[in-house]
């Protein structure tokens, strides 16, 4: 029996077995008793504290679009595991030239090449346990910059030169 405290959301306890089956739903430290009593009603109890940690996920459902040219940065995060969280990875797929997943999650370089590239980030906690996301990532080229002319005269008689400058802004 369990006299004292409650077991996690999720397990069930049989007590002709004293056998706990079932998955824990609800993450958060739980502490209860269990007493075994036999036949001639003798009883033995016991304190047991149970730690139930959250899945670990990938919490990042998008990154922002870098332009070629650019540096850039961004991070992809994740939550739940067993700390401490090991290094990201890359698990398919490659991430656009010019640039690189760090470590700790993240994402730097200056990309030379337009285009959508996707892949898949990995990340384990200290049980081993893998949590993985793929992500797209779009590079777009930058602006095109304003055409600016200057030195045009209002108006230009026939036969006559002039020097005229463009700039691109």
Same mark, same amino acid.
């Given at each position: 029996s369990i006299p004292e405290g409650s077991i996690p959301a999720g397990l069930?306890? @049989? $007590?002709?077995?004293?056998?706990?089956?079932?998955?824990?739903?609800?993450?958060? #430290?739980?502490?209860?008793?269990?007493? +075994? /009593? #036999? *036949?001639?009603?003798? =009883? =033995?109890?016991? /304190? &047991?504290?149970?730690?139930? %940690?959250?899945?670990?996920?990938? /919490?990042? !459902? *998008?990154? $922002? @679009?870098?332009?070629?040219? +650019?540096?850039? =940065? +961004?991070?992809?995060a994740a939550a739940g595991g067993i700390t401490p969280l090991g290094a990201w990875s890359l698990s398919a797929g /490659? !991430?656009?030239?010019? !640039? *690189?997943? @760090?470590p700790d999650g993240t994402i730097t370089g200056t990309p030379t090449t337009a285009?959508? =590239?996707?892949?898949?980030?990995? &990340?384990t906690d200290a049980s081993s346990t893998a949590a993985t996301r793929v992500l *797209?990532?779009?590079? &777009?080229?930058? $602006?095109? $910059?304003?055409? %600016?002319?200057s030195g045009l005269p209002q108006t230009l008689p026939p036969g006559t030169q002039s020097i005229i400058t463009l700039n691109l802004a």
């Open positions: 069930t306890f @049989n $007590p002709a077995t004293g056998e706990f089956t079932g998955t824990p739903s609800t993450p958060g #430290d739980f502490t209860f008793t269990v007493r +075994a /009593t #036999d *036949t001639l009603g003798n =009883s =033995s109890s016991a /304190t &047991i504290s149970l730690g139930v %940690v959250a899945p670990l996920t990938v /919490t990042t !459902l *998008t990154l $922002p @679009n870098a332009t070629v040219g +650019a540096p850039y =940065s +961004a991070s992809v /490659t !991430l656009p030239p010019g !640039l *690189t997943l @760090n285009g959508t =590239s996707t892949f898949t980030v990995r &990340i *797209t990532l779009t590079v &777009i080229l930058p $602006p095109v $910059p304003a055409v %600016v002319f």
